[in-house]
């Protein structure tokens, strides 16, 4: 059973930064591919970036260039670096891990940034 825990949401002002990270218990995490997808109120859940286990990374158009993410194989955890937060960042922020035992979510963690 893959478990994802999120961390590291909040309320910050705009401009400002935050970290997230995820932790798997799941065996396959270094050979898995690992995304943090956000989703509002209202809207459908996007990608926000993902890293695959050679650690290629791909971004959501809006966040290219403002958020960073990267893994540490030996911990089983996945960050996002977030900077330069925007008001319409807020949204719940997903951690994801797709492997050989299928695609896992997180439960979810809040950013919510003020203008």
């Known amino acids: 059973q893959v478990q994802l825990v999120e961390s590291g949401g909040g309320l910050v002002q705009a401009g400002g930064s935050l970290r997230l990270s995820c932790a798997d218990s799941g065996r396959f995490f270094s050979i898995n591919v690992m995304g943090w997808y956000r989703q509002a109120p209202g809207n459908q859940r996007e990608l926000v970036a993902s890293?695959?286990?050679?650690?290629?990374?791909n971004y959501g158009d809006s966040v290219k260039g403002r958020f960073t993410i990267s893994r540490d194989n030996a911990k089983n955890t996945v960050f996002l670096q977030m900077n330069s937060l925007k008001p319409e960042d807020t949204a719940v922020y997903y951690c994801s891990s797709s492997g050989p035992m299928g695609v896992y979510w997180g439960q979810g963690t809040q950013v919510t940034v003020s203008s």
């Open positions: 890293i695959t286990r050679g650690g290629s990374t």
